[in-house]
């Protein structure tokens, strides 16, 4: 049988390994919400092609091609989730090393644009309704959980760019994001990717989220993450772990604060593994994918709000 889904349909475990989904019904539920935008999708080689020209799109969408839509879905996971490279897609789905790019292009921005329409940022009402006992003892004013995460890219030969986009914390040059969580796991917040070496605090600025937070939220974060003043003219404030300031060694209680903060920012650990488990994301991203590299990183980590339950 030909490599595609339909030849796992039968096995969970594999549907899991090549797509980030738990089973094969969880995939083909996310796939029939999509299919109906998806047969009319404009190809990359179209947009390439009439970029520059006043007329319009002949969108014939992909339904002549040799590679069917659901195949074509399950490709770019196959990308995405397991980093597997274009010229082992065209052996695998029998097809030229073009069209492997082309699909994974158009997927890409496709995804990007349809799943950034789900409002993933929740309301209060939604929080208070799903927010796990654990927070509503100790913090229940939480509506999200911040912190910055890195992705390795490719160092430019620009020794401008290469300034701009090396992170010391890394040690190499790469790109920067900003995730957001629900205090149930989910992520409710996902930034544009920056040049490695700006701040978590403008990252922060930059990123809109603060637009996003009503009075009376609380927002938790780790040591270092000093946002308090961004958060002042919309009367919310940050809750973080305590400092030494001039003090020896913590008190009692901060000893416990900084514990219970601990085991409730795990959460966010978590969701950023879960996204960088991508492993498209394992290697140094070449800068000549830099132009889709934002849009894949966002779709990832969409993606995993679908993969089932959290904790």
Not at 127 to 151: A, M, S
Not at 159 to 186: A, C, D, F, Q, W
Not at 223 to 230: R, S
Request: aromatic residues 12%; charged residues 20%; positive net charge.
């Amino acid at each position: 049988m030909k490599f595609g889904i339909e030849r796992f349909c039968m096995n969970d475990d594999m549907v899991l390994f090549y797509t980030g989904f738990g089973d094969y019904n969880n995939f083909l539920s996310v796939f029939n919400a999509l299919q109906p935008t998806a047969v009319n999708m404009i190809r990359w080689s179209q947009v390439q092609r009439q970029r520059n020209q006043s007329s319009q799109f002949n969108n014939t969408a992909f339904r002549s091609e040799s590679l069917l839509l659901i195949d074509q879905f399950f490709m770019f996971l196959c990308r995405v989730r397991q980093g597997f490279s274009e010229n082992d897609l065209a052996v695998r789905f029998d097809i030229s090393i073009s069209s492997v790019r082309k699909f994974i292009m158009t997927w890409s921005n496709y995804l990007y644009v349809m799943l950034g329409l789900l409002p993933i940022w929740p309301d209060k009402s939604t929080i208070n309704k799903y927010i796990p006992e654990c927070f509503k003892v100790l913090y229940p004013n939480v509506r999200v959980i911040l912190d910055c995460t890195e992705i390795r890219v490719q160092t430019p030969s620009s020794k401008v760019r290469n300034s701009e986009m090396y992170s010391n914390y890394k040690s190499h040059t790469t790109m920067k994001g900003l995730l957001g969580i629900k205090p149930n796991g989910m992520i409710s917040f996902i930034s544009s990717l920056y040049t490695g070496s700006i701040s978590d605090k403008e990252i922060t600025r930059l990123s809109g989220i603060i637009d996003l937070l009503d009075v009376g939220d609380d927002v938790m974060v780790d040591k270092g993450f000093l946002i308090q003043d961004l958060l002042t003219p919309k009367r919310a404030k940050i809750v973080i772990p305590p400092f030494l300031r001039q003090r020896d060694q913590f008190t009692k209680e901060q000893v416990k604060e900084t514990q219970e903060i601990a085991r409730l920012r795990i959460h966010l650990e978590r969701a950023i593994r879960r996204c960088k488990e991508y492993h498209i994301f394992d290697s140094v991203i070449p800068l000549t994918t830099a132009g889709s590299i934002d849009q894949i990183w966002t779709v990832c980590c969409l993606l995993t709000n679908f993969h089932g339950k959290l904790f």
